[in-house]
């Protein structure tokens, strides 16, 4: 059916039943006012069958349907529309067949909907819409249900205006599965979002901006399926918010998110070369969980991970990186552990691999791992290990404007009480070593280290392994230059330990060392260099 210069309604109907094919519904208008109908039904018939509605400077609304029922494939399904106002919609309905529903929109007036359902049907399915140079908003839906794959939901839109929509849902449907959104030159907002229920994998929901406004939305969810499952967002020199979301729950893995909600796994990448990974994964745990990985102008891989598994209270896995290169790895891993859980890593302007990472295994209480670098060179290691242990454990290092590789450890193994291992290294040249390790011990626990403007190679060190009591390992180091050594080791030992050295504006190497071995009562071990140079040793 041909439709020129004529005012509407138009109707351009074929039913096929029973029949063997090809089968061709054609339905062109030009030039014509609305509304316009291409309507092609094909009933227990074999293929391939084909359903083409073109319209062309033509006002609407149009509606480009073709449903397909017990037949065999291929199905094609094809709307395009080109200066052409709307409302456009293109219907296509599979059942117990395979199929291609295909959505073209160009320099045209919205809204649009391109539509796509699959119901008890073989693979593959292709819902595929395309929109350039068209006001909005435009919808592009595609649903699966009962039907094997693969299937692709793909929505590309290209300078035109939002909203946009790009949805899959799978339900009952083996994979794999495809939603597919790319946005480019185009305002926003842009929603592509894919939802899988009770479905097999593999599932990806990508969705690719660039050079676009936002709020960019890229939402997957994963309910009662396997995996694997990736929800993958993509933001090249485009403006936000951009949010990647993605919720698991009750299935199997392994899951790949930039984002887990209501558990918040947030990544945003702004101008940043290298490849950006933000990977968060929940399982069977309670409480608010955030993954929040953030990239600003800066080269090299970056990985963000947070794992948390059968984990009760709010936890907190957050690496921010802005303006820095090398590989940055921040690492946040929570077993079997109840409590607000936070490992954060922060980075700003450096150079250098540097490591955050934090592991808590069946460790109740509170537990903070921060580590934050500025302007600073060098690798970094940050590195907090706690291991069936409760009480809040304190794990924190932070360096500014300081080269060299710097380490600050801290390792607890099935103690109790509070435990603190801080080190802090400010405008300071050379490697700094602040490590701390507890082994089965009650009481408080410090290990503190401070280091401001001071070059050279320090080694604040505390080893406690099975004993009691608040043990203190304390070392001060400020603006001094040489190796500075304040090593603190205790085994089986009861009562409070005190290794404090404190040096203040002193060269030389300096050597603060104090050993407690299987004995009790208060040891107080106490160094204190100012303002002296020369090599000086204080052991106990």
Do not use: C, E, W, Y
Request: charged letters at 10%; glycine letters at 16%; aromatic letters at 8%.
């Amino acid at each position: 059916m041909t439709v020129s210069d004529a005012s509407g309604p138009h109707f351009g109907i074929m039913t096929v039943s029973d029949a063997s094919g090809p089968h061709f519904g054609i339905m062109t208008v030009s030039d014509a006012s609305g509304p316009h109908f291409g309507i092609m039904t094909v009933s227990d018939a074999s293929g391939p069958h084909f359903g083409i509605m073109t319209v062309s400077d033509a006002s609407g609304p149009h509606f480009g349907i073709m449903t397909v029922f017990d037949a065999s494939g291929p199905h094609f399904g094809i709307m395009t529309v080109s200066d052409a106002s709307g409302p456009h919609i293109g219907i296509m309905t599979v059942s117990d067949a395979a199929h291609i529903g295909i959505m073209t929109v160009s320099d045209a007036s919205g809204p649009h909907f391109g539509i796509m359902t699959v119901s008890d049907a073989s693979g593959p399915h292709f819902g595929i819409m395309t929109v350039s140079d068209a006001s909005g908003p435009h919808f592009g839906i595609m649903t699966v249900s009962d039907a094997s794959g693969p299937h692709f939901g793909i929505m590309t839109v290209s300078d035109a205006s939002g909203p946009h929509f790009g949805i899959m849902t799978v339900s009952d449907a083996s994979g794999p599965h495809f939603g597919i959104m790319t946005v480019s030159d185009a305002s926003g907002p842009h929603f592509g979002i894919m939802t899988v229920s009770d479905a097999s994998g593999p599932h990806f929901g990508i969705m690719t901006v660039s050079d676009a406004s936002g709020p960019h939305f890229g939402i997957m969810t994963v309910s009662d399926a396997s995996g694997p499952h990736f929800g993958i967002m993509t933001v090249s020199d485009a403006s936000g918010p951009h949010f990647g979301i993605m919720t698991v729950s009750d299935a199997s893995g392994p899951h790949f998110g930039i984002d887990d909600r209501p558990h918040f796994g947030i990544m945003t990448v702004s101008d940043a070369s290298g490849p950006h990974f933000g990977i968060m994964t929940v399982s069977d745990a309670s409480g608010p969980h955030f993954g929040i990985m953030t990239v600003s102008d800066a080269s090299g891989p970056q990985l963000g991970i947070m794992t948390v598994s059968d984990a009760s209270g709010p936890h907190f896995g957050i690496m921010t990186v802005s303006d820095a290169s090398g590989p940055h790895f921040g690492i946040m891993t929570v077993s079997d552990a109840s409590g607000p859980h936070f490992g954060i890593m922060t980075m700003s302007d450096a150079s250098g691999p540097h490591f955050g990472i934090m592991t808590v295994s069946d460790a109740s209480g509170p537990h903070f791992g921060i580590m934050t670098v500025s302007d600073a060179s060098g690798p970094h290691f940050g590195i907090m290990t706690v291991s069936d242990a409760s009480g809040p454990h304190f794990g924190i290092m932070t360096v500014s404007d300081a080269s060299g590789p710097h380490f600050g450890i801290m390792t607890v193994s099935d103690a109790s009480g509070p435990h603190f291992g801080i080190m802090t290294v400010s405008d300071a040249s050379g490697p700094h070593f602040g490590i701390m390790t507890v082994s089965d011990a009650s009481g408080p626990h410090f290990g503190i280290m401070t280091v401001s403007d001071a070059s050279g190679p320090h080694f604040g060190i505390m080893t406690v392994s099975d004993a009691s009591g608040p043990h203190f390992g304390i070392m001060t180091v400020s603006d001094a230059s040489g190796p500075h050594f304040g090593i603190m080791t205790v085994a089986d030992a009861s009562g409070p330990h005190f290794g404090i050295m404190t040096v203040s504006d002193a060269s030389g190497p300096h050597i603060g060392i104090m050993t407690v071995s299987d004995a009790s009562g208060p040891h107080f071990g106490i160094m204190t260099v100012s303002d002296a140079s020369g090599p000086h040793i204080g052991i106990m």
